[in-house]
């Protein structure tokens, strides 16, 4: 048995992955695989949450993200890859947690609060939204994993987690589930091809599966120094996006291609060119993994019986805790 701590995250699956995904959180899942044993989870409950008037791609954009996952380096040979929905132990913890947890703890979680009043066009005043954070404590305890890795956003959600664990210690007096540290991602910072933080509600982002004309349309599209109007302008590569880029994707060629924008020997336009040009080479093996041989049922069927395993074990001590029965086992 594994000696190495233990990570679990997750993404939700409601939209294709972007560039913004790789250079963080992608990245950092692929690193932390040589240190962790890791267990990488689809939401695909906690999308139905948010999406569930529409929740027609869910599945589709389940098996494309996996497969993007894997092109980046996450090695389904090394770390657990699996489906919530597969693993129905989630909802069972879950009921566990939302019967111990206050509605106060949950009501106060600033996303939710935000997200309620932001987002526009549906209707997420529901039971099962309030509930969010309660279903994600539950994706991290069922595992018993030491450290989630998660951008700045997701604080507030870890902190429950963590006050769960100990609320859950002090009434049954029981030593089940690590504090599990928060691994903060630190924030790329890549933006958007207007200059927002890319994101999909903004509609400002290069996806890891666009095809090259995309990518082509939408580096023309980006928005440079605001400064520089004339090619003849001197150009300020420190506050320009595009400049960014090519710190981001090509850093040997940082140097050469700010240098020339500072002095008027590179105009936009080119700058642009030439970076669809490398963006095209970074998201080439994204394309290439829709077309290879990639059996995607076949890493979602061996990460469910791996991670079904730890569940189960998790919810036999769990039930022992609460005073449950074990449950008596139908063939
Ligand atoms: N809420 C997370 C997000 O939107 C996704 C998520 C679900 C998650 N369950 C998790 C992340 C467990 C870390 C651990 O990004």
Same mark, same amino acid.
Request: proline fraction near 5%; charge should be neutral.
């Given at each position: 048995?594994?000696?190495?701590?233990r990570?679990?995250?997750g993404?939700? &699956?409601? $939209?294709p992955l972007?560039?913004?995904? =790789?250079?963080g959180a992608?990245?950092?899942?692929?690193d932390?695989q040589e240190?962790?044993e890791?267990?990488f989870m689809?939401?695909?409950w906690?999308a139905l949450?948010?999406d569930?008037?529409?929740?027609q791609?869910?599945a589709?954009?389940?098996r494309?993200?996996?497969l993007d996952?894997?092109?980046? $380096?996450v090695?389904?040979?090394?770390?657990?890859i699996?489906?919530?929905?597969?693993v129905r132990?989630?909802l069972? =913890?879950?009921?566990?947690l939302?019967?111990?947890? &206050?509605?106060?703890?949950?009501?106060?979680i600033?996303?939710?609060k935000?997200q309620?009043r932001?987002?526009?066009g549906r209707d997420l005043?529901t039971? $099962?939204f309030?509930?969010y954070?309660i279903?994600q404590?539950?994706?991290?305890l069922?595992?018993r994993a030491h450290a989630?890795?998660?951008g700045?956003?997701q604080?507030a959600?870890?902190?429950?987690?963590?006050?769960i664990?100990?609320r859950?210690?002090? =009434?049954y007096?029981?030593d089940?589930f690590?504090?599990p540290?928060i691994?903060?991602?630190?924030?790329?910072?890549?933006? /958007?091809i207007d /200059?927002?933080?890319?994101?999909k509600?903004?509609?400002?982002?290069?996806a890891?599966s666009?095809?090259?004309?995309?990518?082509?349309?939408k580096a023309q599209?980006?928005?440079?120094?605001?400064?520089r109007?004339k090619?003849t302008? &001197?150009?300020? &590569?420190e506050?320009?996006?595009v400049?960014?880029?090519w710190?981001?994707?090509a850093?040997q060629e940082?140097e050469r291609i700010w240098?020339?924008?500072?002095?008027?020997k590179r105009?936009?336009t080119?700058?642009?060119q030439?970076?669809?040009e490398?963006l095209i080479?970074?998201?080439e093996?994204?394309?290439?993994?829709r077309v290879?041989?990639?059996d995607?049922?076949?890493?979602?069927?061996?990460?469910a019986?791996?991670?079904?395993?730890?569940?189960?074990e998790?919810?036999?001590?769990?039930r022992?805790a609460? $005073?449950?029965?074990?449950g008596i086992?139908?063939p």
């Amino acid at each position: 048995m594994s000696q190495r701590q233990r990570i679990l995250s997750g993404m939700r &699956p409601t $939209g294709p992955l972007h560039l913004g995904h =790789l250079v963080g959180a992608l990245k950092n899942w692929v690193d932390l695989q040589e240190r962790y044993e890791c267990f990488f989870m689809v939401a695909d409950w906690h999308a139905l949450m948010s999406d569930y008037e529409s929740p027609q791609e869910i599945a589709q954009r389940s098996r494309q993200m996996v497969l993007d996952w894997i092109a980046a $380096g996450v090695d389904p040979n090394r770390s657990v890859i699996f489906r919530q929905s597969d693993v129905r132990e989630h909802l069972e =913890l879950y009921a566990v947690l939302s019967i111990i947890t &206050p509605l106060g703890w949950v009501e106060r979680i600033p996303t939710y609060k935000e997200q309620l009043r932001e987002v526009a066009g549906r209707d997420l005043a529901t039971y $099962g939204f309030l509930g969010y954070p309660i279903l994600q404590a539950a994706d991290i305890l069922l595992y018993r994993a030491h450290a989630v890795p998660v951008g700045e956003d997701q604080k507030a959600h870890l902190e429950l987690t963590r006050e769960i664990v100990r609320r859950f210690k002090f =009434l049954y007096k029981a030593d089940i589930f690590p504090e599990p540290e928060i691994l903060l991602t630190e924030e790329a910072r890549l933006l /958007g091809i207007d /200059g927002r933080k890319m994101s999909k509600s903004y509609d400002n982002f290069i996806a890891l599966s666009d095809d090259p004309e995309a990518v082509r349309k939408k580096a023309q599209k980006m928005f440079t120094d605001p400064k520089r109007i004339k090619m003849t302008d &001197p150009g300020h &590569p420190e506050t320009c996006n595009v400049c960014h880029y090519w710190e981001v994707f090509a850093p040997q060629e940082k140097e050469r291609i700010w240098a020339e924008c500072r002095t008027s020997k590179r105009g936009c336009t080119q700058n642009k060119q030439e970076l669809a040009e490398v963006l095209i080479k970074a998201t080439e093996k994204f394309r290439a993994m829709r077309v290879q041989q990639v059996d995607v049922d076949d890493v979602l069927a061996w990460g469910a019986e791996r991670a079904g395993r730890e569940a189960r074990e998790t919810m036999r001590l769990v039930r022992k805790a609460v $005073g449950l029965p074990e449950g008596i086992k139908t063939p």
